[in-house]
């Protein structure tokens, strides 16, 4: 059902920009700056948009449907009074995400700091592929360019390229090319990710009055950000659009599957457009006739993802085979690796319960006669 046949029965649409415990904010739909749709009680007509305190109806728990930040939902029974309603029903999504746990997103605006912490192209490199993996469009943001030099800034833009991306360099402390970045957030709902410390919640502080998020100092031992974001929500840019806040990382899972991790490099689809590996299940390591493996910049960050994807992999089917005599562990120090290690002999003399006695018994009685 689509959102004007909702319309048209007098109930209201809106989009759910935070959740909190059992509860859902649900920021309702206007047009020319009044309630799209009238109930029985009259909405009031507001400049701004309103905001309800919503819960869910008992017939969308039953049948399991899930509320996720994001959701376009049909709203009913609105008490504009108290500022409370209850969500009746999902609409399709569009677009789903597990990890940030948001729907109906359009792009990743991916923040990364050129220095305070320097750029760790490893870091980077990593959340990029991640980003690939969900199928949106990813936009990157350079932040603190104000502290490199014009010569820098050059260097590390001709690398990005060669990446197979334009990186924007902003400055939220100097104002520089944030309105830029802002264009690109414009009617469309983006989700802001990056590792802590690069900036931001600064920099949706600086787009959106509103947003008053806690901003964190950079650790001077670490040389890494602390974590300010608690939980994901939805904030309104002036310009239109929602911009969801996430729960800082420093190093996204590597859970896609081996074979299609190489479609997340783009210098790697430009060379798989124009030629094709000798096997179609070429893992671009060793095999003959590969027309990706070279020498091209990321292929060493390309072989280690490739490690722990398999590593990721291989630990679902060893949870999936409870024979398996293997068993996953993690390093301590490193990249995130992880080794496989034999499992420790299950314990063999465990006490036999009374109830398998007794079966015992009686099939020896039956044996016997």
């Known amino acids: 059902m689509t959102g004007e046949n909702f319309a048209a029965t007098g109930q209201l649409l809106g989009t ?19 309630i799209r749709e009238i109930g029985e009680q009259d909405p009031p007509h507001l400049p701004y948009t309103p905001l309800l305190l919503c819960t869910r109806r008992t017939r969308l728990k039953k049948i399991g449907q899930q509320v996720m930040v994001g959701d376009r939902v049909v709203v009913e029974e609105p008490d504009w009074a108290g500022g409370r309603g209850a969500i009746a029903d999902v609409l399709p999504r569009q677009s789903e995400l597990d990890r940030p746990a948001i729907a109906n997103v359009n792009q990743i605006l991916l923040v990364f700091a050129v220095a305070d912490p320097p750029l760790e192209p490893y870091q980077l490199s990593r959340f990029l592929i991640k980003a690939e993996s969900t199928g ?103 310009s239109g659009g929602l911009l969801a806040d996430t729960p800082g990382f420093n190093q996204p899972d590597m859970d896609c599957n081996p074979e299609e991790l190489i479609h997340y490099f783009p210098e790697a689809r430009k060379r798989l457009a124009v030629a094709s590996c000798r096997f179609s299940d070429c893992l671009h390591r060793d095999e003959p006739e590969c027309v990706v493996r070279g020498d091209w910049e990321r292929y060493e960050h390309y072989l280690e993802f490739l490690d722990a994807a398999i590593a990721h992999q291989t630990q679902l089917h ?9 068993k996953l562990k993690s390093k301590s ?10 499992k420790l002999e299950s314990k063999k003399y465990r006490r036999i319960s009374r109830k398998t006695q007794l ?11």
Request: with cysteine; net charge negative.
């Open 16 to 34: 759910v920009v935070a959740v909190q415990a059992n509860f859902y904010r649900v920021q309702l739909d206007q047009e020319d700056g009044e």
């Open 136 to 238: 949106l469009d990813v936009l990157l943001c350079l932040n603190k360019s104000d502290l490199i030099s014009p010569q820098e800034q050059q260097q590390v833009s001709d690398r990005l390229l060669g990446w197979g991306y334009e990186p924007i360099f902003i400055s939220v402390k100097d104002g520089i090319n944030t309105d830029q970045a802002a264009r690109y957030l414009s009617n469309k709902i983006t989700v802001i990710a990056g590792p802590s410390g690069v900036g931001k919640s600064s920099l949706i502080n600086s787009l959106i009055d509103s947003a008053k998020l806690r901003v964190g100092e950079v650790s001077g031992k670490l040389a890494r950000g602390r974590h300010t974001t608690r939980h994901i929500e939805l904030f309104e840019l002036p």
């Open 318 to 326: 060893q949870q999936a085979d409870p024979e398996s005599t293997m």
């Open 333 to 342: 120090k490193g990249k995130g690796q992880s080794q496989y290690e034999p």
């Open 359 to 369: 079966q015992d018994l009686q099939e020896l009685y039956r044996d016997e006669e």
